[in-house]
Nanobody, 115 residues
Framework: VQLQASGGGLVQAGGSLRLSCAAS????????LGWYRQAPGKQREFVAS???????TYANSVKGRFTISRDAAKNTVYLQMNSVKPEDTAVYYC??????????WGQGTQVTVSS
């Protein structure tokens, strides 16, 4: 499975940004797609995930502001980020879990929120 993330950039606090992650390869085996982020000097942390059947999970820090969605026809997962805060600044990574337990990472896309 290969994951290609895009959509990062510079946004002002309170603004919006949409990240995309296109999956290719053995995509039929993908069960869960998600997003993680890593801020400078901090560990990588979970942001949101979406399962094949559509169930979603969010970190408390982004609930009500971020929305994860999945377009099966395009093999793409999105992260709509609204009401962003400076503390959302991080490199955002796309992640995929396959049904046989494989775990895959994309290359990351930088999100910078200015105050």
């Amino acid at each position: 499975v290969q994951l290609q993330a895009s959509g990062g950039g510079l946004v002002q606090a309170g603004g919006s940004l949409r990240l995309s992650c296109a999956a290719s390869g053995s995509i039929l085996n993908i069960n869960i797609l998600g997003w993680y982020r890593q801020a400078p000097g901090k560990q990588r942390e979970f942001v949101a995930s979406i399962a094949t059947e559509g169930g979603t999970t969010y970190a408390n820090s982004v609930k009500g502001r971020f929305t994860i969605s999945r377009d099966a026809a395009k093999n793409t997962v999105y992260l709509q980020m609204n009401s962003v805060k400076p503390e959302d600044t991080a490199v955002y990574y796309c992640n995929a879990w396959s049904r046989n337990g494989g775990n895959f990472w994309g290359q990351g896309t930088q999100v910078t929120v200015s105050s």
